[in-house]
């Protein structure tokens, strides 16, 4: 009674399980890749353009700061969050 059980549920997932195969196969083989950057592209068109809705604060971290600053690269964590810690007192970075 069981195989019976297990082959209808086989059969009523079966296209499902086929699609996703397929579809897992394309994304990897990189088929799909170009008709997301193009549906991207045309939701961005559709959607304009949009201001900030926080002040964008970039750092740059380039090689002559590590050696300035005579640390390995990735940085602390404490470290992190002392320029976070000036960053506010400064008046750049939300609380």
């Known amino acids: 009674m ?5 082959l209808a549920l086989v059969t009523r997932y079966a296209g ?13 083989l990189g088929v799909l890749e170009p008709l997301e950057s193009w549906s991207l592209a045309r939701f961005f068109e559709v959607r304009g353009s949009r201001l900030p809705v926080a002040p964008v604060v970039i750092v740059s971290i380039d090689e002559a700061s590590i050696v300035e600053l005579n640390q390995q690269w990735p940085f602390p964590r404490a470290m992190h969050a002392r320029l976070h810690r000036r960053r506010i007192s400064w008046g750049i970075a939300p609380r």
Do not use: Q
């Open 16 to 28: 499902g399980l086929i699609a996703a195969i397929v579809v897992v196969l394309l994304v990897f």
């Open 2 to 6: 069981t195989g019976g059980r297990g």
